[in-house]
């Protein structure tokens, strides 16, 4: 894995869903895949354009389960559209990241967890994987199209917080 790229990211405008699951990849994948579909029906509905790769943002992470919320960053909002049930509208703060890539499928992405757990770790940044609550928001940005792109071909963007 290679270090980090430590990068600011702007303020976003984005559609989003919060949901919660498990901590199985299966039932992640399944809260994620009710989110996504959400959001590009809620889109859809309203003719919003996307700005920006998709993002998972994790803002809540232990033992029992992880929060997260889908977002769709769009370019900006239709005059009267302000949300409607399960999906919001609203700002994703800017701020100083480190983005760590991820290539390849997603079901593999819990191996460059561990690897960017250990440099963490290297770097003092976290003693135990309790510690990641420090880092809370951080997300995923999922560059490319899953259903246009072989596996193997899919880049994640990981974005973890500085202060």
């Known amino acids: 894995m290679k270090p980090p790229e430590e990068v ?3 303020p976003t405008l984005a559609a989003q869903y919060a ?8 039932e992640i994948s399944a809260a994620m895949g009710k989110a996504f579909t959400a959001l590009q029906d809620f889109a859809g509905q309203h003719k919003l354009r996307s700005s920006a ?17 889908v977002a769709m960053p769009i370019t900006a909002v ?5 949300g409607s049930g399960e999906v919001t509208i609203g700002e994703i703060p800017a701020g ?12 593999k992405l819990m191996e460059t967890y561990q690897h960017i757990t250990q440099w963490m770790k290297a770097e003092g940044m976290i ?10 928001p951080m997300w995923e940005e999922y560059v490319n199209n899953p259903e ?16």
Do not use: C, Q
């Not at 949901?19 to 299966?26: E, I, L, V, Y």
């Not at 239709?78 to 302000?82: D, H, Y």
């Not at 100083?96 to 079901?107: A, D, I, N, S």
């Open 8 to 10: 600011t990211v702007a």
């Open 148 to 163: 246009s792109t072989p596996e193997n071909d899919l880049i994640t963007n990981i974005y973890v917080p500085l202060g």
């Open 127 to 136: 003693e135990t994987e309790a510690d990641w609550a420090k880092y809370m």
């Open 96 to 107: 100083k990241t480190l983005r760590f890539v991820h290539r390849g499928p997603y079901p």
């Open 19 to 26: 949901t919660a699951s498990g901590m199985d990849p299966k």
């Open 78 to 82: 239709p005059e009267g559209v302000m």
């Open 53 to 69: 790769p998709p993002r998972a943002i994790y803002t809540g992470y232990d033992e029992s389960g992880t929060e997260f919320i």
